[in-house]
Each structure stands twice: as structure tokens, then as C-alpha cells.
């Protein structure tokens, strides 16, 4: 089954383009879940999550709508003294499980994050310390696209998380594999301009797709569908709600 959402939902910038204007902020989650069925939650990365918060959000949700929950930074890209907080993050997810409301957690690994033995060992280990949750890894260095990556992938249940994003120099480009049951794609916008070089964090992200860039993935997302029981695709272009309209558009063209 296909799952279309946003990247996060919680931006002040939706109100106008998204939002009502006067409309509470702790309704924005339901008007959201009237349209989208999944969404990726993104301020664990930022924070460690708490049972309390995610229990609230899965409450204004309706059945059959599922969470995708980013790992925190202290997990992805604070790689050392880190134990103690995998089963914190782990144990936060229980009122997501338990309201069958959870999709996988996302594991994006910053640029810096090199193909080798070592980081090979260390996503092993994040592997096990994430128990038997369905984990998908987002590498954001094209010199992990490999046969060997893939493969080690597959052997160790984790999935593949496929992106469309700038085309730069180490960049990955738009591969997509699944190498697990669940199969996921971010489209993260093309702003190559404002990759590398920007001032606010949002700027990266400014980008708004045309339905023909967005049909070039209509038969990538049907075959990974094929192979996965399920297949997220999120939207990420999030400045000024773009996702939203991202999601609308990928939505007419797979469903």
C-alpha cells in the first residue's frame, strides 16, 4: 500500500498557504489527517520524543492513519555515548505501536557519514538496539550506492530510503530500491542553489515540483510498491506548505 503525507506538519508558515488563519495550533493535525493518511514526524530530530506528545498526536488522527518517526540526532549523527538513548527513543514509540498508528523509523545519516567497515558496523549496531521496529537508513553520500550496500541492507532488515533532491556532485541521485518490507521516498525539492549555501535552514528546501518532474517517479514508486508491503513517499519541500501541493499532486498520480 502507498502512503502519501508531508515531511512534519507543524510549521507556522502553512497559515495562509495551509492553515486557516485563527485556527489553533492544536488542531492543524486533524485538519491535516482529514486530507493525508501517513505523515513523517521530523522534531524527534531535533528532541527525543516523549510517550505523552506522540500519544496526543496519534489521538487526533483517525484508524488506518500511520506515523513514520525521524531518529534523533543523538542516534544518527551524535554516534558516540549514545546508548542510553536508544531505548528512550524506542520506549517514547509505544503509544504509536499500540494504536497500530507507527510506519517505520527514519534514520537519516548526515553527508559526513562514509561507506566503510566502521559505519557499516555502527548501523549493525543501531539495528539491534532498535529491536524489531522496521527501520529505514536515508544516506545522504552518493558513495553508498552500491551493490554491497544494498545487499548488507537486505541481510540486516533495514530499508533503503530512495530521495529526490538537487542533482549534485555526491549527491545520491533518484535510485530507488527496497530492501526491506517497507519502501520509502522523501522528495527533498531541487534548489541546487541553496544546497549548500544558505542562510536559513528552510531556504534548502524552497522548491516547487511541476507534475512532469513528479511523474518521472509514477513508475519507480509502482514498481517499489511491488516489492514492499509498505511504501511511504513524503514530501519535504515544506517552506510555505509546497509540500502540501507536492502531495496533492503525487496523490492524483498513484492512487
Avoid at 528512550?88 to 567497515?117: D, M, N, T, W
Avoid at 549496531?125 to 552518493?142: D, K, Q, T, W
Wanted: with cysteine; net charge neutral.
Amino acid at each position: 500500500m502507498i502512503y502519501i503525507g508531508t515531511s512534519g506538519f507543524s510549521y507556522k508558515d502553512w497559515v495562509g498557504p495551509y492553515y486557516p488563519a485563527g485556527l489553533p495550533k492544536s488542531k492543524w493535525l486533524t485538519l491535516y489527517a482529514r486530507e493525508f493518511q501517513a505523515c513523517e514526524v521530523n522534531f524527534t530530530y531535533y528532541r527525543l520524543p516523549d510517550a505523552r506528545t506522540l500519544a496526543a498526536m496519534a489521538d487526533k488522527t483517525p484508524d488506518g492513519f500511520l506515523f513514520t518517526v525521524k531518529a534523533s540526532r543523538e542516534l544518527t549523527h551524535e554516534r558516540e555515548g549514545n546508548e542510553e538513548a536508544f531505548p528512550k527513543f524506542v520506549q517514547a514509540l509505544e503509544p504509536l505501536i499500540e494504536r497500530k498508528k507507527f510506519g517505520c523509523v527514519l534514520a537519516q545519516f548526515p553527508y559526513s557519514f562514509h561507506a566503510g567497515a566502521e559505519s557499516r558496523d555502527y548501523l549493525k549496531a543501531f539495528r539491534e538496539l532498535m529491536a524489531e521496529l522496521p527501520v529505514v537508513i536515508e544516506f545522504r553520500n552518493a558513495r553508498w550506492l552500491s551493490a554491497e550496500t544494498f545487499a548488507f541492507l537486505e541481510e540486516n532488515n533495514l530499508g533503503f530510503c530512495c530521495v529526490d533532491e538537487p542533482r549534485l556532485k555526491g549527491l545520491i541521485p533518484p535510485v530507488t530500491e527496497a530492501t526491506s518490507k517497507v519502501a520509502y521516498v522523501r522528495f527533498h525539492g531541487r534548489n541546487a542553489k541553496k544546497w549548500w549555501r544558505h542562510d536559513e535552514a528552510w531556504e534548502r528546501y524552497d522548491y516547487s515540483y511541476s507534475k512532469e518532474e513528479l511523474e518521472e517517479w509514477t513508475p519507480k514508486i509502482r514498481e517499489l510498491d511491488v516489492k514492499a508491503e509498505n511504501t511511504f513517499v513524503f514530501a519535504n519541500n515544506h517552506w510555505q506548505a509546497q509540500a502540501v501541493d507536492t502531495a496533492r499532486q503525487l496523490r492524483l498520480l498513484l492512487l
